[in-house]
């Protein structure tokens, strides 16, 4: 088994520390299938650096000259879930200890910090994110600083950029990287300027995460219809990196570009999160917006999973969808209408692509000035928290310039496209040998997520209105409504044709159900602890004696209802011109079939099809009875 133990993840047998054997170790050559491979160490300081090793993994596939192995030097305070990480990769696994006694041909790492000066190896160093931004103390500043002149503390002296200072690139006044890796010839300028002893080590070789997502831009709709982005709908994902001054934690007070004008409009002690996250849960109509929250994994390992998770719990049974850190945020990216984010590579990333950004916390004396990131912060609009959300959010879209961020574009990567050949040759450079022949080297595409529709257990407060009754059309607006939120329909000045309320039946809001006018339940039709449809339709109108119809929804375009007149029927959205059903809550139908039932018409009126019109988007809905066993 895989466990944190001493300096990072080591193998453990019988409770003690074991030194892998094979296919390297003392007595190695008694065991091994394959001898006289080329060995290649992948150096992981955490999950946010191992997802960088990871996109250049495949860079060695095919390859039976070379063996893999992986290592975690067990010097980041982030050391949760690279156990598991890891164990995942399927490589071998050696303790820190055994790595810096055992000879390599080539080391892989994607941070600094720790022992990285010990390993016998040719070194190569990427970076992890979009370039080399951010300004971050080293830990190590005796060992790492060429001399005592410029360690000296100081007030008035800055932290130093992390990758591009020497407090982090030398080692006894020596490079410590045999490769130090750049993205973009920005990068050697500026190290060119802070630290020019390593400037014969540079090597400009693109951005491998960078040319995923370029490789995966024309698969956007599938994406948006994997995360449930129904036509007519905005998806809108909040991004944050880690730390106090990051958008999660809380950007009181952030200035960006050196205007004086405070992201989210508050003093240093506010705190833009909470605001934000209500705001996502009711100020945004349901089935007009999706949303997606993309943290650093820094956050995610640092307070815990579950932590995150129990943070988020409202704006989750809201709807927000909170993408794992390994696998998923770029495909988000993609599939984005606006992103509120800060000063993350996350957010460049969005911008590079030419998403709408708006910036909720942006802390530039965090950020080398000469930064791409830093520019960003000069260019990208602000989050006021005194202004609505959704105001702020449809500005962003509507008022977005197509190349409004070609510049920073231009700067996220040296060689778009071409990463993977350059950082495959300077790889087998390293190790002294041939590439292999006749295969190109190619990264792995961006994988099709899992389909992962909105789901609200919150209760939800409905405006529905008849825009015509021949042929039936009607006008229905969602939103959630968590713990004490206040009703938003409480004081409407107009006129409309009903208000009302649909609770979840797994709703943490139990009290809710009594008084709920729709209840709904999210099952397959042949789940035979609840189902079939009819029967537990009338199972919840008899429970519920207030509620007027009974929702079961058994599919992502599909439900079946009951009502109060004892008549079921089901509800289905009808194919579009590509032959693939309208994706929107089944749950809106219901309203929409609700509301013509409390204005007094029939089922018979409505029938065969009626159109739920959400926002300026308009769904076709079948009508269909369903015969029930006594019928």
Same mark, same amino acid.
């Given at each position: ?8 993840p ?6 003690a ?28 300081h955490?999950?946010?650096s ?9 860079l ?15 010097s ?25 006694d ?5 080391a ?9 000066g010990?390993?016998?190896?040719k ?14 103390? /080293? &830990? =190590? $500043? !005796? #060992? *790492? @600083? ?5 360690? /000296? &503390? =100081? $007030? !008035? #002296? *800055? @932290?130093p ?12 006044g ?8 750049l ?7 500026r190290?060119r300027?802070?630290c020019?002893e ?26 948006r ?32 570009g ?11 002690t ?7 996250l ?54 988000a ?22 998403r709408?950004v ?11 000035p000469?930064?791409p990131?830093?520019?960003?912060g ?16 449809d ?13 920073l ?14 950082l495959?040759r ?6 002294g040998i041939?590439?292999?022949?006749g295969?190109s ?33 009607v ?26 309320t649909?609770?979840?039946e797994?709703t ?12 709904v ?11 079939p ?35 079921l ?15 929107c ?23 065969p ?23």
């Amino acid at each position: 088994m895989i466990q944190p133990r001493g300096n990072g993840p080591t193998v453990v047998t019988g409770g003690a520390v074991a030194r892998v054997r094979v296919p390297v170790g003392e007595d190695a050559g008694r065991w091994v299938t394959r001898a006289g491979c080329r060995r290649v160490l992948l150096v992981v300081h955490n999950v946010t650096s191992a997802t960088r090793l990871l996109d250049v993994l495949p860079l060695f596939h095919d390859d039976i000259r070379v063996q893999l192995f992986a290592t975690c030097t067990g010097s980041s305070p982030f050391l949760a879930g690279v156990p598991e990480l890891l164990a995942g990769a399927g490589l071998p696994i050696l303790p820190w200890t055994q790595a810096k006694d055992t000879t390599f041909d080539l080391a892989l790492a994607a941070s600094y910090g720790g022992e990285l000066g010990q390993i016998r190896a040719k070194l190569a160093v990427l970076s992890h994110g979009i370039g080399y931004n951010k300004r971050l103390a /080293a &830990p =190590s $500043a !005796e #060992r *790492r @600083a060429p001399s005592a002149e410029r360690r /000296a &503390p =100081s $007030a !008035e #002296r *800055r @932290a130093p950029v992390f990758g591009l200072s020497p407090e982090w690139l030398l080692e006894d006044g020596s490079p410590l990287a045999t490769a130090t890796v750049l993205s973009h010839p920005e990068q050697l300028e500026r190290l060119r300027s802070s630290c020019p002893e390593v400037v014969p080590t540079a090597v400009l070789a693109g951005d491998p995460c960078f040319d995923r997502i370029l490789a995966a831009l024309p698969q956007r709709d599938r994406f948006r219809r994997a995360l449930g982005v129904g036509p007519g709908q905005r998806l809108i994902v909040v991004s944050s990196t880690w730390a106090t001054r990051s958008l999660f934690g809380g950007g009181g007070g952030a200035e960006a570009g050196g205007t004086g004008r405070a992201v989210a409009g508050g003093a240093d002690t506010d705190d833009v999160l909470p605001w934000l996250l209500s705001r996502l849960a009711t100020e945004l109509p349901a089935d007009e917006y999706r949303s997606a929250a993309v943290l650093h994994p820094n956050i995610w390992h640092g307070h815990g999973p579950g932590q995150v998770r129990a943070w988020l719990d409202t704006a989750r049974r809201a709807g927000l969808e909170a993408i794992p850190p390994l696998e998923g945020w770029r495909q988000a990216l993609i599939a984005a209408d606006c992103v509120l984010g800060d000063h993350s590579s996350v957010a460049y990333y969005a911008a590079s692509i030419d998403r709408p950004v708006l910036l909720g916390a942006f802390p530039q004396k965090d950020l080398d000035p000469l930064s791409p990131v830093a520019a960003l912060g000069r260019t990208a609009p602000l989050l006021v928290r005194g202004e609505s959300l959704r105001a702020q959010i449809d500005r962003a879209i509507e008022c977005h310039e197509q190349n409004r961020y070609k510049e920073l574009a231009e700067q996220a990567s040296s060689s778009p496209g071409e990463s993977a050949s350059l950082l495959r040759r300077l790889f087998y450079d390293l190790m002294g040998i041939s590439e292999p022949e006749g295969r190109s080297a190619l990264l792995d595409p961006l994988p099709l997520p899992p389909y992962l529709p909105a789901r609200r257990t919150v209760p939800v407060r409905v405006l529905a209105q008849m825009v015509r009754a021949d042929p039936p059309e009607v006008g229905v607006v969602r939103r959630c409504v968590p713990g004490d939120e206040p009703d938003p329909y409480e004081n409407l000045t107009h006129e409309v044709d009903s208000v009302h309320t649909v609770v979840d039946e797994e709703t943490r809001e139990s009290g809710r159900l009594r008084i709920a006018d729709i209840v709904v339940r999210r099952a397959a039709d042949d789940d035979l602890r609840l189902g079939p449809a009819g029967a537990w339709t009338s199972e919840a109108l008899a429970w519920y004696p207030h509620c007027g119809l009974a929702a079961y929804i058994d599919g992502p375009d599909r439900c079946v209802v009951g009502t109060r007149a004892g008549e079921l029927v089901r509800l289905s959205a009808a194919t579009g011109p590509d032959g693939r059903p309208d994706l929107c809550d089944p749950a809106a139908y219901a309203s929409a079939l609700y509301a013509w039932i409390v204005s007094g018409r029939t089922l018979e009126q409505a029938a065969p099809e009626i159109t739920v019109r959400t926002g300026s988007t308009a769904h076709r809905v079948t009508i269909e009875r369903v015969k029930t066993p006594s019928a």
